[in-house]
């Protein structure tokens, strides 16, 4: 609309100019030739002035005063009589008794002027009477041989003002009257051309201002119209392919922000073009990376590296960056992420990259943490089955080896290793069953059974179970708390039992003689999960190896656990119990004071 508005007023400006151009001519420069033509007039009206006050000269000086206050009566003209030497004589605008103390005009410009050329003019305020005048004076002699006089005529510029308000009213009018026919111009010019043009113009504006769905009126001007139309067909093609544009950059912001993998690509000089947010989330660059090295965004050379190989030979490129270490409880482990690089490939239409034709290339970073965990724990789990299985391997081994090379003419040493046979081979037996429940749990092939249990009848059960084995280790084993009947959950009876008898005969095995455990089975605050609990007054666990015990085949003193009978895998198949059922373990502990587990299953 800006636009629109100066073109309307277009016609308006030279006017304006010319009509404030002559304002001005005669406000500033009448005065001047007003002051000029009036010192012209009062130079002729010196000689006749001169003829009337030559008489006059002779007579006494009152006669000379009263003769000039005569002459200027009636008259806007100030009359004032000098000597040679600038002694005033006689003033109109004066009494005699005024005249007699007025200082000497010898000095004023105009008598100066006077007595240098014969006459002189100036324009300026009376040091005497306080107004501005235009001031004429002429030397004169009464007769041949006379002393010479100066006679000086003033006019009082006091009615300049006025005529300067007449002036400016009539350049007023005029300039209201031009007004009035350029406005009448004006709008028959806006009509016809001004106001199409001006919706062409803020059409375009729009248009460039991505409001992309207003088309434009078409005017009745056929080449303003087929200015409109022109207008309407490109700003419907551009709509489309921006929409197009939109949804494509939509769609794949879309597939970026959903992916677990980071992706950074990269121009053709290494700057960061786009990041995803898995990106940020994997390497925390600190602000804004668009623009930006490899080096600028994060501390890890790896990266850098990549991304030089992948641009200098346009070939892919792969390394691994240990990061900061993820808390895992008491626990801290590296976090390690992949990195593989790829060159971006020039299309067919020959769009090209920088200015050695690089288009630059992309870099996914995958967290491996899990995966590098995962092989870790089974290279443990093969390390830890081999070592578990070959310690009784081997003493089956020797016992029969011993055995064949005699002991068995001997009856008393062959039933002592014979049983110690067997009892490796109950062992062996103990830890193939372990792991055949813990391969169960884990598969997804073999679902759980799903049936309502009694937690309570199921500790009952348990407790009554493993007495004899308490009683054998000097263990009391306390009895549920009277009341405590929570409704019964939906799990498989046999995995929760195995979850149950697991924590009890840790809870006897790592307890002191005369020591207690307990079992406890309420509902928790908000009646939404069970809670299973177990304590002991035993050894307890160290803090440090809190984290660890759920792990297979961890024991936290391995000599003892092996004399124990332990398998390693207890606490291991109670976590995948619990989680099985979509609970949680959790424990409490202080070492040589005792152990609280805590199992949590929902409802």
Known sequence: MKGSRKLRLAPLWPALAAL????????????????????????????????A??????????????????????????????ADDGRVLADSDRTWEEVQRMENHSGRPEVLQAHQ???????????????????????????AGAPRHVLRLAQPLDELAPMRGRLLEAAGLALLATLGVIALLSTWLDRRLLQPLASLIDGAAALAAGRYDRRLPVPEQRDLADLARAINRMTGRVEEQI????????????????????????????????????????LGPPGEVEGRLPFEMVRHPQLAAVIERTLAHGEAAADEVVLDVVERGAEAEPRTVALAGSALRIPPSGAAGDAKGNPGGVVVVRDTTQTTRLIQMRRDFVANVSHELKTPLSAIRGYAETLRDGALAEAATARRFTGRILEQCRRLQEILDDLLILSRLESVEIPLESRPVSLRRLAEGCLETISPYAEERGVRLLALPPGDDPPPLTGDRGALERLLLNLLENAIKYNREGGEVSVRVASTDGGSELLL???????????????????????????????????????????????AHGGRVEVESRHRHGSTFRVFLPL
């Open 20 to 51: 404030a151009v002559m304002a001005m001519a005669l406000v500033f420069l009448l005065p001047p030739l007003f002051e000029r033509s009036v010192s012209d007039q009062l130079l002729d009206a010196l000689r006749l002035v001169e003829r």
């Open 53 to 82: 006050v030559a008489p006059a000269l002779g007579e006494p000086p009152r006669e000379l005063q009263a003769r000039v206050t005569r002459l200027a009566a009636d008259t806007s003209l100030r009359i004032t009589v000098l």
């Open 117 to 143: 050329q014969g006459s002189g003019r100036s324009t300026r305020r009376s040091a005497t009477t306080g107004r501005r005048y235009v001031y004429t004076a002429r030397t004169f002699q009464a007769a």
């Open 243 to 282: 929409a197009a544009v939109e949804k494509e950059r939509d769609h794949l912001q879309t597939i970026l922000a959903s992916m677990s993998e980071g992706v950074l690509v990269v121009d053709g000089e290494g700057r960061a073009v786009l990041a995803n947010p898995a990106f940020r989330r994997l």
């Open 533 to 579: 609990e177990v304590a002991d007054t035993g050894i307890g666990i160290p803090q440090a190896a809190l984290p660890r015990i759920f792990e297979r085949f961890y024991r936290v003193d391995k000599g003892r656990a092996r004399d124990e009978g332990g398998t390693g895998l207890g606490l291991a198949i109670v976590k995948h119990v619990a989680q």
